[in-house]
């Protein structure tokens, strides 16, 4: 949930924010939970709704570089250095995507959703998250590829 937020405001204190309210609104409105469907997906739904009202109450985005300072205390220094290097690669090609291939990447890699999952969550099919990723990724790996021959 907070990597799903930190991912899509690229910034921690607003992503933490962002998953207290999650949480929040999901205790109050847990008894609208159906068990239809998964409840991590029931979860990334509120969460999707609590971003909109972040981004419409702000109406500007902010860099999702701001993102890439986050590490893992257990890493080794040269292995967070490395991560930050590809996290920016991959954050500025990311941007450049369409949106509903960035949020299909982002609710299926960021937030560990299955495919299924995040077709509950964006109101689409499995397959048609499963080609949103495919191609999404297929741009990504693209750009990236791109991005890596121009630093050589």
């Known amino acids: 949930m907070f990597r799903y937020h930190v991912a899509r405001t690229c910034d921690i204190a607003e992503a933490q924010d962002l998953t207290t309210l999650t949480f ?3 205790m109050e409105g847990i008894s609208s939970y159906r068990g239809s469907g998964s409840f991590a997906a029931w979860l990334m739904g509120i969460a ?5 009202q972040y981004f419409r109450s702000r109406r500007r985005e902010r860099p999702l570089e701001q993102a890439e300072h986050l590490s893992d205390p257990a890493s080794l220094p040269e292995v ?3 991560r930050r290097i590809e996290f920016s690669q991959v954050c500025q090609a990311l941007r450049e995507l369409k ?10 890699l960021f937030a560990n ?3 299924a999952e995040a077709g509950r969550v964006m ?9 949103l ?8 790996r693209q750009k990236l590829s791109t991005t890596l021959v ?3």
């Open 150 to 152: 121009e630093e050589v």
């Open 133 to 140: 990723m495919l191609r999404g990724l297929g741009e990504l």
């Open 99 to 108: 949106p509903e291939r960035a949020e299909a990447i982002t609710l299926c």
């Open 24 to 26: 929040l609104a999901a």
């Open 80 to 82: 967070t250095v490395g």
């Open 48 to 52: 999707r709704n609590q971003m909109a």
């Open 113 to 115: 959703l299955t495919a």
């Open 123 to 131: 109101g689409k099919s499995e397959g048609a998250i499963k080609m």
